[in-house]
């Protein structure tokens, strides 16, 4: 296990879309999403287009059926496979709920790489009926985070992770995101971390114009290969660190994952002198 720890944000990050919209999209309820926007928060606004769509004569079957053809660009899974095999803990951070994204990354055959997945619970009621609860159950008391939509503050979640680590671990975190939502996790990481905001979406926005408050280096991406090469590029980086530290010759290990041209991009003096 390396000392690194990937945060990934689900929707417009690991999905080329937003899989909420993606759901009421391809079943057709489009319209009546549109006109129930503007009156209540996001959160409950899927539980209730569940219910619609359990009205409409809709099952899970038919939800996860469409899930199965969310759009996802080619290199994403191979970039989350190849973190995992060279020893990273993936974790997702999603205002999505736990059926959509276990459903797609089941599908995906990656379930297994993840050690958490921390969203919106949701259960299927006696009815057959998709309920999608609040993270944060804000009818209870408020995260008190002004940054954050009620349901869910994702920096949070960093901190909850950040707090498992003890004081002799130098755990690193990358954490990719493109919503407004990944700002407050930015905020909350160290120097030590890299933040991967997706260039010309919200948090980017946000970024630029608050570079002064995030702490890590920032490596920004636009689609899936620069995901999968600066991610990689990253994690080289970090594990070659490691190793110089600890004078272990990981060389092989990182040349082994089929990446090799771009860990020797990120590598390109010899790490490995010899003491
Ligand atoms: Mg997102
Ligand atoms: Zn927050």
């Known amino acids: ?3 690194i720890v990937v945060i990934f944000d689900f929707d417009k990050t690991i999905l080329d879309v937003d899989s909420d919209n993606w759901v ?20 409950s606004l899927m539980d209730r287009m569940m219910t619609e769509l359990h009205l409409q004569g809709n099952t899970i079957e038919d939800i996860k059926q469409v899930l199965n053809l969310v759009p996802i660009h080619p290199r994403i899974i191979p970039a989350i496979k190849a973190a995992h095999a060279l020893g ?11 059926l959509f994204i276990e459903t797609v990354l089941k599908h ?5 790489c993840f050690s958490e997945i921390n969203t919106n619970p949701s259960i299927i009621d006696d009815q057959g009926r998709l309920r999608i609860l609040p ?3 804000f009818h209870k008391s408020s995260h008190g985070c002004a940054l954050c939509p009620p349901n869910m503050c994702k920096g949070k979640i960093v901190e909850k992770v950040q707090s498992t680590f003890t004081t ?4 690193t975190i990358i954490y990719l995101g493109d919503g407004a939502g990944d700002f407050c996790p930015s905020l ?11 260039k010309d979406f919200p948090v980017w926005d946000l970024i ?10 920032v490596h920004e991406w636009t689609n899936g290969e620069d995901f999968e090469h600066i991610l990689l590029r990253l994690i080289a980086k970090v594990i070659s660190k490691e190793d110089m530290r600890h004078n272990v010759d990981n060389s092989n290990r990182l040349f082994d994952c089929k990446f090799e041209t771009i860990a020797l991009g990120a590598l390109q003096k010899p790490l490995y002198v010899p003491q």
Request: proline share 4%.
């Open 168 to 171: 002799e671990e130098k755990k």
């Open 208 to 217: 630029c114009e608050n570079r002064h408050l995030v702490k890590s280096e």
């Open 135 to 137: 993270y944060h159950d």
């Open 88 to 98: 990273c803990d993936l974790r997702i951070v999603s205002d999505a709920n736990t």
């Open 1 to 3: 296990m390396s000392d």
């Open 24 to 43: 009421v999209d391809e079943l057709g309820a489009t319209h009546i999403f549109n006109q129930l926007l503007p009156t209540m928060p996001w959160n």
């Open 108 to 112: 995906l055959g990656v379930l297994e």
């Open 188 to 198: 909350k990481l160290a120097e030590r971390d890299y933040m991967m905001p997706r």
